[in-house]
């Protein structure tokens, strides 16, 4: 499980993101980018953010540490913007709590260039759980003491937003299959290497591996699943989907390695330092 901590105080409403998370305190004295299990977008975006990003953790991916943070609908009235009142009011108990990095500036590829071997593992490991949120609008990439960090992962493992119970052997493998679209992602001007990535991290993805990132999911946001028994089904559920999509890899890399080609064709490089650097 992630360790849990308890908020004490709401700092500010971050409105970048589309569920309106917020900042705020904890009693263990450090601050959390707060995602609500009671905004519009619901509870399986925070299943989305704990798979993921437990699974980027176990593979070597940097990513900030994950919380659970009890909220105490108390501190909304409080606040003065309404909105926030609410989203506060809907989300009592445990919500996610991402570790805010200080300072830290969204990741620009052009500025910092990530290099091949990490573009081609962050390029993989979107293509295994089918983040369509890291392109060129925005790269959810941060970059802390010249560090990169991989933010903001509700946007990944789709499927489950069309389950009603455990999928079946068929409609796990259609879905495995499926190529991952790649043509907007923010990495491809990096010259990712996506073969060297699968070497490095398809042995990585175990049993073990996912069924620890699964199991970091309160039982709370996996209930009620319609057509699941129990949350430790939801659980099997995703392990099941993620093993196939890796078996699948077959299908899937091919398109990706198309795609890691198609970008650097398009790619313009300067082919002199530009004058005004001087030198």
Known sequence: MLRAVRAIRYVTPLREGGSLPGLMEADDLGTYVVKFHGAGQGR?????????????????????????????????????????????????????????????????????????????????????????????????????????????????????????????????????????????????????????????LAPLVTPGLLTAAAAAVPDEWLADEPGFGSADAVRAAYTAALTARLDARHAWLPPLREAVAAGARRVVRPSARPSWLGG
């Open 44 to 200: 399986k975006v925070l299943v989305a953010e704990v798979v993921a990003g437990e699974l980027a953790r176990g593979l070597g991916l940097p990513v900030p540490r994950l919380v659970t943070i009890d909220v105490d609908p108390r501190l909304g009235p409080a606040e003065p913007d309404q909105e926030v009142q609410e989203l506060l009011r809907n989300s009592p108990g445990r919500n996610l709590g991402v570790d805010f990095l200080p300072g830290a500036l969204d990741l620009d590829p052009l500025v910092f260039d990530p290099g091949p071997q990490f573009a081609g593992r962050v390029l993989w490991f979107d293509a295994l759980v089918g983040n369509v949120d890291r392109s060129w609008r925005n790269s959810n990439m941060l970059l802390w003491h010249r560090r990169p960090y991989l933010i903001d992962h509700g946007a990944t493992l789709t499927f489950h937003h069309g389950w009603s119970g455990p999928p079946t052997a068929e409609a796990l493998a259609e879905r495995a299959a499926r190529p991952y679209d790649a043509a907007d992602h923010v990495l491809l001007g990096a010259a990712p290497d996506v073969d060297a990535a699968d070497g490095a």
